[in-house]
């Protein structure tokens, strides 16, 4: 029990939960412990008012104080560069496993004065050593700042940003000021797809692709007239050349329909095969053809167009994932 309650005081205090929608910034959000620095300007400003009172130095009393008080203002101003912002997430668009998703996150400033030097790292960083370099960016007064926080995608599946921390040194780096943001967006993260994989055979009888119906798009010869035909389409050029009466045709392209099958994967592992299907859907849509999707565990019919490319990449991203369904 006793092993707990330093758990339990740190939720309380951190507040270590998902939130949804905007957060505020207010006192209870934001904490501020001296830095380094800020460490070192204590030590020295203690020595100098134990020799102040040692000698009864009125000059030196004077300086100790100034800067004291220039560190406590110091530590204020810390604490009012993040005090009342409003942050909220955005969309962030999916991405292919090796890419770095964009993950938005929106910083209204109501206040009349900027903020500077604000910081982004994930909460895992050290206080005082990153690992890697915080994303850095000012919030002007009276505006909102879109900021896009980088986070490489490593696997397929939904990637999180975790426990993010906001802080700031400003203005002169003796304390740290530092607030947690953890919000429940994610990211979606496609398998990578192959550098070259061939389309399986579709259903075209000529075998070339695509299949030709009447239309509307382009022309395709001539005919001979027959009644009923209509006067625009007639081809006047050559009824005045004394060729007759002869009708223009046009046709219009249809896709080829393929069926992309998980079982018609020549690879052994999992991720292979949902590597190669990536490359046959990217592939597909590209060439303007007509697919469906088949995997174990569902179909998708046959179709085309990017809110297809992307349900069919969607499934596959997800395949075997217990947050599918979520």
């Known amino acids: 029990m006793l092993n707990a309650l330093p758990n339990k005081f740190r939720a309380w205090l951190f507040r270590p ?15 501020i412990i001296p830095t380094r620095q800020g460490f070192t300007l204590v030590f020295v400003l203690v020595v100098m008012l134990l020799g102040d009172i040692n000698y009864n130095l009125s000059l030196g009393y004077v300086l100790t104080f100034l800067l004291t008080m220039m560190a406590v203002m110091s530590m204020l101003h810390a604490f009012r560069n993040l005090a009342h912002l409003e942050i909220r997430a955005g969309r962030t668009e999916p991405v292919f496993c090796g890419e770095t998703a964009q993950f938005m996150l929106h910083f209204n400033n109501p206040g009349r004065l900027s903020r500077y ?13 990153n690992t890697h370099a915080p994303l850095q960016f ?16 490593t696997r397929r599946g939904w990637l999180q940003t975790g426990r993010l921390r906001l802080y700031t040194e400003f203005p002169l780096g003796l304390f740290y000021c530092w607030s947690y943001l953890h919000f429940d967006t994610r990211c979606l993260v496609y398998p990578k797809p192959l550098g070259d994989a061939v389309l399986p055979a579709g259903t075209a009888p000529d075998g070339t692709g695509m299949r030709n119906m009447a239309g509307d798009e382009d022309f395709s010869g001539l005919r001979k007239y027959t009644a009923g035909d209509a006067l625009p389409r007639i081809d006047w050029k050559a009824y005045a050349r004394e060729r007759g009466l002869q009708v223009k045709q046009f046709s219009t392209p249809l896709g080829e329909e393929l069926r992309l099958d998980y079982a018609d994967t020549p690879d052994r592992n999992t991720e292979e095969k949902l590597a190669r299907m990536t490359r046959w859907v990217l592939d597909a849509e590209a060439q303007g053809l007509h697919y469906g999707l088949c995997l174990p565990n569902g179909e998708l019919p046959s179709n085309s167009g990017i809110a297809h490319r992307d349900q069919c990449l969607r499934r596959i991203a997800l395949f075997n994932l217990d947050s599918e369904t979520r």
Do not use: N, Y
């Open 138 to 153: 000012d919030a002007p007064a009276g505006q909102d700042t879109e900021v896009a926080f980088p986070l490489r995608a």
């Open 117 to 129: 030097q604000l910081c982004l790292v994930q909460a895992g960083e050290s206080f005082w050593k």
């Open 17 to 31: 939960r998902i939130e949804h929608g905007a957060i505020m910034l207010t006192q209870r959000r934001i904490f």
